[in-house]
């Protein structure tokens, strides 16, 4: 995975991290919760690659064009997971210094590896509370994800968030957001199982 890092000069890393963001948000709002949970990785590697050949041919990310093919040709032969693969690429999460919403995909992603879930999008009428039921369901309670968020990619409205799991993992959910420096949450529900969360700007 490192590999497309390779001869891509360091000027150039905001960049690529922003090429991973913006895939995983057109994954994410694009397509309904229910129905990437009913995809095979290898129809969400599809989705992913369609969006990565497109932006590949943008004057935008020339300086690794080449690269970008070579990830999804490679990705798509080895049927890897190109969602995980494309999180890697995030820069890690660093005070001010990102737009919010690169720094809330970032949140998302810690919150995924600490209870090892996929983030879910989904409107809080559609959300299917069964998901995933031997595991935790991570939920981002909204129909459309962008509409949080201005032209500069700065959070304008507070996004609502739904956790299913033991009292442990809520609880290592809740001390992850705590130390953002960027997000401060309230709780608006909880109960045995779940806990629904508002996000916003400290």
Request: include cysteine.
């Amino acid at each position: 995975m490192r590999s497309i890092h390779t001869n891509i000069k360091p000027e150039f890393e905001p960049l690529l991290s922003e090429l991973a963001i913006h895939a995983l948000l057109h994954l994410r709002t694009n397509h309904s919760a229910k129905i990437l949970a009913r995809k095979s990785r290898l129809e969400v590697n599809d989705i992913l690659s369609a969006w990565l050949n497109r932006a590949g041919n943008s004057k935008k990310y020339k300086p690794f064009k080449k690269k970008i093919r070579s990830l999804v040709t490679h990705a798509r032969s080895q049927r890897l997971d190109m969602e995980s693969m494309l999180g890697n690429l995030l820069s890690p999460l660093n005070g001010d210094e990102l737009p919010h919403l690169d720094s809330f995909l970032l949140l998302i992603n810690m919150l995924e590896k600490e209870v090892s879930t996929t983030a879910l999008v989904s409107s809080p009428e559609s959300v299917d509370l069964a998901f995933n039921p031997k595991s935790c369901l991570l939920c981002v309670l909204s129909p459309d994800l962008n509409a949080h968020f201005d032209s500069r990619n700065r959070l304008v409205q507070d996004i609502s968030m739904l956790f299913r799991g033991s009292r442990g993992e809520k609880h290592a959910i809740l001390r992850i957001i705590y130390t953002s420096s960027i997000f401060e949450h309230k709780v608006e529900y909880e109960d045995d199982d779940f806990i629904r969360i508002c996000l916003s700007l400290k």
